[in-house]
């Protein structure tokens, strides 16, 4: 279903409009009041007049996420802080957060943005949200949550853990559909399977998954389990949170709100932007943002647009699913790879459980290597160890093929490698570089 017919349908032209008008109000407010814009706009010798279209934010600074830790905590703040309701942050490893100020207004962006992507998962009124995104900072929970209620669905809002509790609420309660990170919905199936509940018997037909990154094979996974269909959802704190883009029914892409979060691609070295269709950085504007509003945020989220017209009816960009982030991309011996590559190549081969850690180290050589520890099912520990010996070249050499990287496997039996119930962590990278 589409939840507003009028912006995700608008001919290209007439939102252009719409988002000019509002880069141009953003721009005034932000060089007015907040001084980190103006001090970079004046070194740039640009000011808020000399923006008359839209191709003209490529004069306009970027905002890095270092930007953002420098101005901890109030330092991007464009309205007086009495307007502020709702405060988020996300925390990398490192590092001061990194925080979201909304105002009431910024909170209704961010339920208009998420209810179009649960509208765009077929989420109703009579629907039972099974809601296990964490609650608190994080913006993955209050996001889906807000998201649901302005459909008018039922919210369960079980924060994330706790998987046996969420087991017994899905089926006494009839969950329909379920929100959570793709990592922790596998985990919660396991844990179905151990006990004994067969998934497909339980109502729950649909979820939006997102907050990490997840490859196609993952998706199947998951569908196959649960007997579900399952969305990619996008978004980031700084932005607003989850509802930055969504993939509908045709899922070939997410379809970015662009009228409220206005994107661009950029090469991530030379920060100039990218012709339509090319790989490269994912940078946003928030249009209409009161709170802490952001010009050209480099997101370090790696994917290209996708410019032809939806099947679905809605005209905004679509971004492919993304690759990986500049900062997770591993360069193995000189050859780029991202984990979801590997995720992706590793999901197709028979045997192995969708549980994985790869491992980076500089050994006495001082080259790369990388050990990806891989579960696999109980019954090749049971078996000769030949059919192990097998499974391990046959990972081996589908690494070699698909992505040229040599790897050493460790075959680990179920359930030894660390299961998350949010944001899974794939890499240890033990190279101090
Ligand atoms: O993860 C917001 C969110 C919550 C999105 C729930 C979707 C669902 P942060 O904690 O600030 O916010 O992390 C943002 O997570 O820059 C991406 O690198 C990654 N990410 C988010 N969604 C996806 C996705 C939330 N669908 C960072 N696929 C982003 C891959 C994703 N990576």
Known sequence: MIFNIEHECMERGSRQKFQLADLKNLVEILYGRVPFYRTKMDALGIKPRDIHTLKDIEKLPLTTKDDLRELYPHGLLACPKDRIVEVHMSSGTTGKPVVDEYTRRD????????????????????????????YGLFTGGPG??????????????MSSGNTARQL??????????????????LFMAEEAAEAGIDLHKLPIAKGCFGAEPWSENMRKEIENRYGMKAYDIYGLTEIIGPGVSFECEAQEG??????????????????????????????????????????????????????????????????????????????????????????????????????????????????????LQVEVKQEFFSDETKNLESLRAKIQNIMKSKL?????????????????IGKAKRVIDNRKI
């Open 254 to 371: 997410l379809h970015i709100n662009e009228d409220l979060f206005y994107p661009e691609i950029i090469d991530p070295d030379t920060g100039k932007t990218l012709p339509p269709g090319e790989k490269g950085e994912l940078v946003f504007t928030t249009l209409t943002k009161e709170g802490t509003p952001l010009l050209r945020y480099r997101t370090r989220d790696i994917t290209f647009f996708i410019e032809e017209p939806c099947s679905c009816g809605r005209t905004t960009v679509r971004m492919h699913r993304l690759f990986g982030r500049t900062d997770d991309m591993l360069i193995i011996r000189g050859v780029n790879v991202f984990p979801s590559q590997i995720e992706h190549a590793l999901f197709e081969i028979e045997g192995t459980e969708p549980a994985y850690v790869i491992v980076v180290d500089r050994g006495a050589t001082h080259l790369d290597e990388v050990e």
């Open 404 to 420: 040229q990287i040599a790897v050493r496997v460790k075959l680990v039996e179920p359930k030894t490698i660390e299961r998350s």
């Open 168 to 185: 017994m609420v899905m089926q006494d309660f009839g969950s329909t559909m379920l929100t959570c990170t793709p990592s922790y919905a």
């Open 144 to 157: 889906a949550h807000y998201g649901a209620m302005t459909l008018g669905a039922e919210v369960l809002p």
């Open 107 to 134: 909170i209704d962006i961010w339920r208009e943005s998420m209810a179009r992507t649960m509208a765009a998962a077929g989420c109703t009124r009579d629907d039972i949200v099974q809601n296990c995104y964490g």
